[in-house]
């Protein structure tokens, strides 16, 4: 059974930076795409960030150049380094997985079938 747990989330203030990780279990394939993605009150769940079955990175436009996105195979998880952390970036942040040709289409826009609980980021002005 495909598991994912999130950490790393907290309370910031504007400016500074969070690092989120996602521990995966319960599957071998690693024919897969992996993506982080958030939800804040009152807003449709966004892509964040994702990384492709060939290893290629995706961002949404609003965290290019302050949100970095890695995995490490061996250890099954996903990673989300969060720079320059702006208000507009408080959310619950998730991450997913899914394998063959559930991720074509690209990281950020994938059928998910495999979520996380969530963590929340607060960042306050």
């Known amino acids: 059974q495909v598991q994912l747990v999130e950490s790393g989330g907290g309370s910031v203030q504007a400016g500074g930076s969070l690092r989120l990780s996602c521990a995966a279990s319960?599957?071998?394939?690693?024919?897969?795409?992996m993506g982080w993605f958030r939800q804040a009150p009152g807003k449709e769940r966004e892509g964040v960030a994702g990384i492709e079955r060939g290893g290629r990175t995706s961002y949404a436009d609003s965290v290019k150049g302050r949100f970095t996105i890695s995995k490490d195979i061996t250890k099954k998880s996903l990673s989300l380094q969060m720079n320059s952390l702006k208000p507009e970036d408080t959310a619950t942040y998730y991450c997913?997985?899914?394998?063959?040709?559930?991720?074509?289409?690209?990281?950020?826009?994938?059928?998910?079938?495999?979520w996380g609980q969530g963590t929340q980021v607060t960042v306050s002005a």
């Open positions: 319960g599957y071998r394939n690693n024919d897969n795409c």
């Open positions: 997913a997985v899914d394998f063959g040709y559930l991720c074509d289409g690209g990281a950020l826009y994938a059928k998910y079938r495999y």
